[in-house]
């Protein structure tokens, strides 16, 4: 069965940090380009970070020097290292698998993040 499974999200205070993990399975791993969006209650769902199977990453500059993407091949699984979080990091947190030949993309169900004093 092919799915993406986050955990991790949660309630923290602005400050905080907190580490979500999209552990896939029934896919081939090393042909996907793995990302996190997020969602914002009234806004577009927009792409916070990614990661290749070499493990070349690239953030949105709104995330950059707080949030670090990372994943493990081994464990087919990917991270979102996100500290210093502020109350503007509140949103649903999605998993993406990314493949362009063929395209194909996976979505998580998402993960709710809370940044809140």
């Known amino acids: 069965q092919v799915q993406l499974v986050e955990s991790g999200g949660g309630l923290v205070q602005p400050g905080g940090s907190l580490r979500l993990s999209c552990a896939a399975s029934g896919i081939t791993f090393k042909f996907y380009v793995m990302n996190w969006y997020r969602q914002a209650p009234g806004k577009q769902r927009e792409l916070v970070a990614s990661?290749?199977?070499?493990?070349?990453?690239s953030n949105t500059d709104s995330v950059k020097g707080r949030f670090t993407i990372s994943r493990d091949n081994a464990k087919n699984t990917v991270y979102l290292q996100m500290n210093s979080l502020k109350p503007e990091d509140t949103a649903v947190y999605y998993c993406?698998?990314?493949?362009?030949?063929?395209?194909?993309?996976?979505w998580g169900r998402g993960t709710q993040v809370t940044v809140s004093a």
């Open positions: 990661v290749t199977y070499s493990g070349t990453t």
């Open positions: 993406n698998a990314h493949r362009n030949s063929p395209i194909y993309d996976i």
